[in-house]
Antibody, heavy 118, light 110 residues
Framework: EVQLVESGGGLVQPGGSLRLSCAAS????????MSWVRQAPGKGLEWVAN????????YYVDSVKGRFTISRDNAKDSLSLQMNSLRAEDTAVYYC???????????WGQGTLVTVSS | QSALTQPASVSGSPGQSITISCTGT?????????VSWYQQHPGKAPKLMIY???KGPSGVSNRFSGSKSGNTASLTISGLQAEDEADYYC??????????FGGGTKLTVL
């Protein structure tokens, strides 16, 4: 059974940093692109970032470029998102998602809430 | 990276069929057959319902179907059931390893 478990969310002040983690199990982690998708309170889904199987390619939505860094550790079946210079508009539930090729996010974690507020 | 356009809400009675539209551009929906749809119940993670425009994942009811014409994709739910009440999001590959979601549609089963 595929499982994705996020952790690391919490309350952080504007300008601060936070590191999210996602522990994967039930599939060959190193064989798939992985992504982060977020959802602001009461709002829709927004793709944030993704990373290739070997970590050699990383892509980001424009609003987080230069502030967020996605990474992975295939030896530990783990995905991370380092978030710096956080803004109020980054407040959201952050989901870890497994990409099924270019066409879909076929498995999702339960999400971790990040709140940016003073 | 502009969000795809979906109606804010749709409704239908049990047993009826409803269709949710998702309009993008030639750079996303119209340019690739990589449209997917997700169902999200309150407080829960999204669940994949349709991918590659019209394919259903294993375990998802065949009451859910998808299609695309030009820059607009559609999700149709037939034989509406109470448990179908949820938010629905479309998503399209947008090239250069990026994706874009729709704003979401709240489905109410009357």
């Amino acid at each position: 059974e595929v499982q994705l478990v996020e952790s690391g969310g919490g309350l952080v002040q504007p300008g601060g940093s936070l590191r999210l983690s996602c522990a994967a199990s039930g599939f060959t982690f190193s064989s798939y692109w992985m992504s982060w998708v977020r959802q602001a309170p009461g709002k829709g889904l927004e793709w944030v970032a993704n990373i290739k199987q070997d970590g050699s390619e990383k892509y980001y939505v424009d609003s987080v470029k230069g502030r967020f860094t996605i990474s992975r550790d295939n030896a530990k079946d783990s995905l991370s998102l380092q978030m710096n210079s956080l803004r109020a508009e980054d407040t959201a539930v952050y989901y870890c998602a497994k990409a099924g090729g270019w066409s879909r996010f076929d498995y999702w974690g339960q999400g971790t809430l990040v709140t940016v507020s003073s | 990276q502009s969000a795809l356009t979906q109606p804010a809400s749709v409704s239908g009675s049990p047993g009826q069929s409803i269709t949710i539209s998702c309009t993008g551009t030639s750079s996303d929906v119209g340019g690739y057959n990589y449209v997917s749809w997700y169902q999200q119940h309150p407080g829960k993670a999204p669940k994949l319902m349709i991918y590659d425009v019209s394919k259903g994942p294993s375990g998802v009811s065949n009451r859910f179907s998808g299609s695309k014409s030009g820059n607009t994709a559609s999700l149709t739910i037939s034989g509406l059931q109470a448990e179908d009440e949820a938010d629905y999001y479309c998503c399209s590959y947008a090239g250069r390893s990026t994706w874009v979601f729709g704003g979401g549609t709240k489905l109410t089963v009357l």
